[in-house]
């Protein structure tokens, strides 16, 4: 069976402690966390090694069988403060994160690349990679800006995280992601969206923060979205549906991401597939 995450963005208003119990209950079997707000003023849940409440939290993970896989969301813009951010870093490792998850938000593309290199630099010195994720309101509001980002950067933990609803809504699709090496092909989030595209960014941003739809509920072309992504590459759903109760919204999201997975091979449209007799799948190193 998949391991499935749970994006903290499909239930922002739960705090840490809450997020690992509910993520648990629901089948999830790790989760992202929120700890530097993605809006001004938006919420968010920084820990700081050494605290009473980072050894709880850690605790609680381990208690409850969930790992943390991500922190987010780190914004390039052109002011960003990285070295203020490895306090931060150093608490996600202690948890047991393998990413932090980043945006690209500065026109200057020079300063971008050397602010993700940067950042890139930051990440490995506390074994994390840095995942960076394409909207289309931002700079790096595609799946082929992010691509050249991260080459250009030229960093081994640099890579990108494809969201099913931003690869859409940015004119992308699921065969785009063929020709990307599979170790820039990380994470991947999924959720459900109707055909119709929202007019104008403000009603784009709308949808992405509080209107998609539980996977297979919409038209997003899902199924195709995993026959390219790696087979290993890390997959939670995003998810928030403020119609719904918390709970009910988890287990929607994670029935839902089941159904969706349950006997469909991951992959098998990348190069480094076969399929072998019997139906099953065979993975060879790139």
């Given at each position: 069976m998949i391991d499935l995450g749970l994006a903290h963005l499909t239930a922002l208003d739960l705090a840490p402690l809450a997020l690992v119990r509910e993520a648990a209950s629901?089948?999830?079997?790790?989760?992202?966390?929120?700890?530097i707000p993605a809006t001004a003023g938006g919420p968010a849940y920084p820990t700081r090694v050494g605290t009473d409440a980072h050894r709880l939290l850690k605790r609680l993970l381990a208690d409850e069988g969930v790992r943390l896989n991500e922190i987010e969301f780190?914004?390039?813009?052109p002011g960003v403060d990285i070295p203020a951010l490895a306090g931060l870093f150093e608490a996600?490792?202690?948890?047991?994160?393998?990413a932090v998850t980043a945006s690209g938000d500065d026109d200057d593309s020079a300063r971008l690349t050397?602010?993700?290199?940067?950042l890139c630099d930051l990440a490995q010195q506390f074994g994390l990679r840095v995942d960076l994720e394409f909207m289309r309101w931002r700079a790096i509001g595609s799946l082929p800006q992010a691509e050249a980002l991260v080459c250009e950067a030229g960093r081994a933990n640099g890579s990108i995280l494809v969201d099913a609803l931003h690869l859409h809504r940015s004119g992308g699709k699921p065969d785009d992601l063929i020709p990307i090496p599979?170790?820039?092909l990380r994470a991947a989030q999924i959720c459900d969206a109707v055909a119709q595209m929202p007019v104008g960014d403000a009603a784009i941003i709308a949808e992405a923060r509080e209107g998609r739809l539980p996977p297979g509920e919409g038209a997003l072309?899902?199924?195709e979205l995993l026959d390219v992504l790696p087979a290993d590459a890390s997959l939670s759903v995003e998810m928030p549906l403020p119609a719904l109760a918390v709970r009910p919204r988890l287990a929607t999201a994670f029935n839902a991401a089941r159904r969706l997975l349950d006997h469909r091979p991951r992959g098998?449209?990348?190069p480094g597939h076969r399929?072998?007799?019997?139906?099953?799948?065979q993975i060879r190193n790139a």
């Amino acid at each position: 069976m998949i391991d499935l995450g749970l994006a903290h963005l499909t239930a922002l208003d739960l705090a840490p402690l809450a997020l690992v119990r509910e993520a648990a209950s629901a089948g999830f079997s790790f989760i992202g966390l929120r700890a530097i707000p993605a809006t001004a003023g938006g919420p968010a849940y920084p820990t700081r090694v050494g605290t009473d409440a980072h050894r709880l939290l850690k605790r609680l993970l381990a208690d409850e069988g969930v790992r943390l896989n991500e922190i987010e969301f780190v914004q390039l813009t052109p002011g960003v403060d990285i070295p203020a951010l490895a306090g931060l870093f150093e608490a996600a490792a202690d948890l047991g994160a393998v990413a932090v998850t980043a945006s690209g938000d500065d026109d200057d593309s020079a300063r971008l690349t050397a602010h993700f290199a940067e950042l890139c630099d930051l990440a490995q010195q506390f074994g994390l990679r840095v995942d960076l994720e394409f909207m289309r309101w931002r700079a790096i509001g595609s799946l082929p800006q992010a691509e050249a980002l991260v080459c250009e950067a030229g960093r081994a933990n640099g890579s990108i995280l494809v969201d099913a609803l931003h690869l859409h809504r940015s004119g992308g699709k699921p065969d785009d992601l063929i020709p990307i090496p599979a170790h820039h092909l990380r994470a991947a989030q999924i959720c459900d969206a109707v055909a119709q595209m929202p007019v104008g960014d403000a009603a784009i941003i709308a949808e992405a923060r509080e209107g998609r739809l539980p996977p297979g509920e919409g038209a997003l072309p899902l199924g195709e979205l995993l026959d390219v992504l790696p087979a290993d590459a890390s997959l939670s759903v995003e998810m928030p549906l403020p119609a719904l109760a918390v709970r009910p919204r988890l287990a929607t999201a994670f029935n839902a991401a089941r159904r969706l997975l349950d006997h469909r091979p991951r992959g098998t449209s990348r190069p480094g597939h076969r399929r072998q007799a019997g139906g099953s799948i065979q993975i060879r190193n790139a």
